[in-house]
């Protein structure tokens, strides 16, 4: 109730009066409060508030969420996350002084932003690559994925640029991201070209010989493409001399037509792939063979040839040939070898083969021994040859056959030959036969002198048999022949102490008239002091006692003359 009063004036008086007023409820003001946000994987809370005419805050004031632009609809069951447009409403239920009421507002989640980059990629023509990558704006725990991949990753990519492309999964990918780049094209792959190499490896073919060159081995041919590589060189052909060094070998590479080399290769030096090596070519020489006779000088020797090629002749080689033996004018007959030597070149591996110069035997001294039945000296009519007697050089003259010097043997006729010696000097001699003194020549040997090719005459030895001597006149010539000489060489040496010296003058004198095979020797007394005649001493053959000599050894004669003086040799 209103009561109303007037106190007065003058004029009026006092008065009072009552009356109802009603207050009406007033109307909040209410607000919401949505402007909006990017996804970002969390609820979005709106907010409403309430306020009096009088500015107080009122409350409670309520949110309520619609999908869509409209409060329309089955209301959200709390604040929305996904990306979308959505109508929040802000309500208050009213107060005794207030009405209730509300406000709507219509705001958006807008999606997030997703940026995916590739890694930028290489790889070469036949390689398989495999693409990586990033992306950057995902939200809280949104299990976003990415794949990359791009068409040149398999290995039959040709050579050159290729986009690397970009594959996203996920469960809100579409409804709460935006995907800001392209992706067909997040980065570039890069195919380079492959590498060909070619190889020739070391080829050897001999100087004069014609060479078809093997196909070339080609190293980094990708997915089988169908390349070959041609070899040429200059050496292949059969005039190509030996180089040191050997040649190069250049190769052509072919594809078939494929056009694989110009699009996805790149080839390396092709005009010195290996090396053709021309080695030298076996050549023979072959010393052809020679024959000369003993004592002459050799020979011009000569070869043949056997492996030349391309038309070359001795005149292409170089050096000079040289021939080597053995052989001496004076080399004994016999076959000799004969080698080559001296000549050289770059073209040819020389080889020699000996060749054989046969000296044919000259005979150079010649002679005989013979039985000197009549103990004279002399080969006469009737006198046969001695088999088996040894005849030889004596070359240090000291009447032995020594070792080393050269010795024969007489025939089954008493003939001996020394073939093939040395032109010079010879004493040729001849050792003791047994049995036998030695009658001719006079010492028993006989200097010859041989001229190179020529046959010289040797002595002929007269040798008799000992036990058919007699102790005679003839004996005792004998006996002065071969006074002082080697018994073993003489006639005289009757008791046999190797030497015809005094002693064997008494011998004789004690034996006179008798064989030297029946006769038993008296031996020989001393020597006399004095020179004595041998008395009764004839050729008649009678038998007289020698004088008895003694003192220094002696020599005794047949005095003819009878003045005391020997005649001719000492006997």
Do not use: C
Not at 46 to 74: D, F, K, R, W
Not at 303 to 326: E, H, I, K, P, V
Not at 539 to 555: E, I, W
């Amino acid at each position: 109730m209103i009561t109303a009063s007037f106190a007065g004036d003058s004029t009026y008086t006092a008065a009072s009066g009552t009356g109802t007023l009603t207050v009406q409820q007033a109307n909040p003001t209410v607000t919401a409060a949505a402007a909006g946000e990017a996804y970002n994987a969390d609820a979005y809370v709106a907010t409403g508030s309430a306020m009096g005419v009088i500015g107080e805050n009122l409350s409670p004031v309520s949110i309520t969420y619609y999908a869509g632009p409209q409060a329309t609809g089955q209301p959200l069951a709390g604040p929305p996350v996904d990306a979308g447009t959505y109508t929040v409403v802000a309500s208050y239920a009213g107060s005794a002084n207030y009405t209730a009421n509300s406000d709507t507002k219509t705001f958006t989640i807008a999606p997030a932003h997703l940026t995916v980059t590739a890694i930028p990629n290489s790889k070469i023509y036949g390689q398989i690559a495999t693409e990586t990558g990033s992306f950057v704006g995902t939200q809280g725990t949104d299990a976003i994925t990415a794949s990359f991949s791009s068409s040149g990753d398999i290995a039959t990519a040709d050579a050159g640029s290729y986009a690397i492309m970009a594959t996203l999964a996920g469960a809100n990918l579409n409804t709460d991201y935006i995907v800001d780049s392209d992706l067909n094209h997040v980065g570039t792959l890069t195919v380079g070209t492959a590498t060909l190499m070619v190889s020739a490896g070391l080829l050897n073919k001999q100087y004069g010989q014609n060479l078809t060159l093997p196909p070339g081995t080609v190293a980094g041919i990708q997915n089988g493409d169908p390349i070959t590589a041609m070899l040429l060189s200059d050496a292949a052909a059969a005039a190509a001399p030996v180089k040191d060094g050997g040649y190069p070998i250049s190769a052509v590479l072919s594809d078939n037509g494929t056009g694989k080399l110009a699009k996805d290769y790149t080839t390396g030096d092709l005009s010195n792939v290996g090396t053709l090596t021309v080695g030298p070519a076996p050549l023979t020489v072959t010393v052809n063979s020679a024959t000369r006779a003993y004592g002459q000088p050799n020979p011009p020797f000569s070869s043949s040839y056997s492996g030349f090629r391309n038309g070359d002749q001795a005149g292409s080689l170089t050096g000079t040939l040289a021939y080597s033996t053995d052989a001496t004018v004076y080399s004994a007959a016999g076959t000799y070898a004969v080698t080559a030597a001296g000549l050289t070149s770059t073209n040819y591996m020389i080889s020699y083969v000996p060749g054989i110069l046969v000296v044919t035997p000259v005979i150079s001294i010649t002679g005989a021994v013979f039985n000197d039945a009549n103990n004279d000296g002399l080969l006469e009519s009737g006198e046969t040859g001695l088999a088996g007697v040894t005849v030889f050089l004596d070359a240090n003259g000291n009447g032995i056959l020594d070792p080393g010097e050269i010795s024969t043997t007489t025939d089954a006729n008493g003939n001996y030959a020394f073939s093939d010696i040395v032109p010079g000097t010879y004493v040729v001699r001849q050792t003791p036969f047994a049995g036998y003194a030695t009658t001719a020549p006079l010492g028993y040997s006989q200097t010859v002198n041989v001229l190179a090719g020529q046959t010289a005459a040797g002595p002929v030895f007269g040798d008799v048999l000992v036990s058919s001597v007699p102790l005679d006149f003839n004996y005792l010539v004998a006996l002065a022949r071969n006074y002082g000489q080697p018994g073993t060489f003489a006639t005289g040496d009757l008791n046999g102490d190797g030497k015809v010296d005094f002693n064997d003058f008494v011998l004789l004198a004690r034996n006179y008239g008798h064989a030297l095979s029946t006769w038993p020797l008296q031996a020989a007394a001393a020597a006399p002091a004095s020179p004595a005649v041998f008395p009764g001493a004839s050729a008649s053959g009678q038998s007289a006692d020698a004088p008895q000599f003694a003192g220094r050894k002696r020599h005794a004669w047949r005095d003819r003359s009878g003045r005391g003086l020997p005649w001719g040799r000492v006997l």
